[in-house]
Nanobody, 115 residues
Framework: QVQLVESGGGLVQAGGSLRLSCVASGSFRSIYVMGWYRQAPGKQRESVAS???????NYADFVKGRFTISRDNANNTVYLQMDSLKPEDTAVYYC?????????WGQGTQVTVSS
């Protein structure tokens, strides 16, 4: 089992920045992939960014150049630095972790970007 706790969401004006954090705990040896997903009202959950324990990173096209994912493997923590935020980035952001084939989810943190 993996428990994920996110923090760092909030309300920010367009062009501003936020930093999300997610700490994993539970019964696992290591987590191969940790990442961030988001779900806006009326839309499906979508991948934002992911990072393997070896450092391979993937970004969704709509955040390239604006968001940066990073990990602290020793502390089972993943971060998402979000810069140049746009109103369309408004969503609930979820941390996801995949120590095995199964993906575990955090409770989500709201990010609201005002225009």
């Amino acid at each position: 089992q993996v428990q994920l706790v996110e923090s760092g969401g909030g309300l920010v004006q367009a062009g501003g920045s936020l930093r999300l954090s997610c700490v994993a705990s539970g019964s696992f040896r290591s987590i191969y992939v940790m990442g961030w997903y988001r779900q806006a009202p009326g839309k499906q959950r979508e991948s934002v960014a992911s990072m393997t324990s070896g450092g391979t990173i993937n970004y969704a096209d709509f955040v390239k150049g604006r968001f940066t994912i990073s990990r602290d493997n020793a502390n089972n923590t993943v971060y998402l630095q979000m810069d140049s935020l746009k109103p369309e980035d408004t969503a609930v952001y979820y941390c996801g972790a995949r120590p095995t084939a199964k993906i575990y989810w955090g409770q989500g943190t709201q990010v609201t970007v005002s225009s």
